[in-house]
């Protein structure tokens, strides 16, 4: 079993470098990761929660309208949530899904980048809420978040972040 595990986190964490490196590459205005959006997403996998709001706030000055953004502060949300256990806290942040999808409505809806940060961050609030026992609005956000992938899988088979 412990072999298991660490061969799931050494995926797990191959994964997040591929993501990260392939990220880095976007040449969309709408989806850029810059130095400190970058070390905001770092430090969040280390969960230094504070280094990487300072980080995060950096680059939303300079790019105010980047869904590479949005994306960590939804990352920022599930480390909170999912290390506090805060109910409350959760109750205060639920209605950060839907506010973080329509700010990425807002953006290039033609890059591969938009579906699959939607669908990741539907994934995200997926085990945001079973964590805190919303077992059906988990479910329904985990479907949706397999539907939203598997068409950007399908309207862009080159693109690299496709795990489905």
Not at 69 to 97: F, H, R
Not at 102 to 110: A, P
Request: net charge positive; glycine share 4%; proline share 2%.
């Amino acid at each position: 079993m412990y072999q298991a595990t660490f061969l799931s986190v050494k995926y797990l964490l191959i994964t997040y470098f591929l993501c990260i490196v392939h990220l880095a590459f976007a040449n969309n205005p709408d989806y850029v990761f810059d130095d400190d959006n970058t070390k905001a997403y770092h430090d969040l996998l280390k969960l230094k929660l504070n280094s990487a709001k300072l980080h995060l706030i950096k680059s939303q000055e300079r790019l105010p309208n980047n869904g590479i953004n949005i994306y960590i502060k939804n990352c920022e949300d599930l480390a909170k949530l999912i290390i506090s256990e805060d109910y409350k806290l959760y109750e205060q942040l639920a209605g950060n899904e839907q506010s973080r999808l329509k700010e990425l409505n807002k953006l290039d809806k033609s890059s591969p980048y938009y579906n699959f940060l939607r669908g990741e961050i539907k994934l995200q609030w997926a085990i945001i809420k079973l964590k805190f026992g919303k077992e059906l609005s988990a479910l329904t956000s985990g479907i949706n978040a397999y539907k939203i992938l598997k068409r950007n899988a399908e309207a862009f088979p080159d693109f690299l972040l496709i795990f489905l």
